[in-house]
């Protein structure tokens, strides 16, 4: 195992990546709190995922959808799905543990 400080890590998979790796090869890094980009890091793009952009809310919205079209009365489908929604609070792995959670009961 490798362990050290998380922007060690950044830094020591960027000088790597962007000597070793092909052009073409793309690379993904996920970080709580935000980490600090190394120097001269202007090679790769940063997207910044939020969990209150809309395009989150809305992949949320169409995931629960799907999951629930056939268990919701169509009386309560739009009301649950709001509030299903609601309650994930733009998390997708709430979004996911919360449909599993509710099919077992």
Known sequence: FFFCE?????NFVYKKWTT??????????????EIKLPPNSQKFEVIHL?????NNIK???????????????????????EM???RCEGSF????????LLRDK
């Not at 998380?6 to 950044?10: G, S």
């Not at 070793?20 to 709190?33: C, D, K």
């Open 93 to 100: 792995l709430y979004a996911k543990f919360l449909s599993l």
């Open 59 to 81: 992949d949320i919205r169409r995931y629960l959808e799907e999951k629930w079209k056939a268990e919701l009365p169509s009386s309560e489908y739009e009301a649950g799905i």
């Open 50 to 54: 939020r969990t209150d952009d809309d």
């Open 84 to 86: 299903l929604v609601d």
């Open 20 to 33: 070793v790796m092909p052009n073409w090869l793309g690379i993904f890094i996920t970080a709580r709190p």
């Open 6 to 10: 998380r922007d060690e890590l950044v």
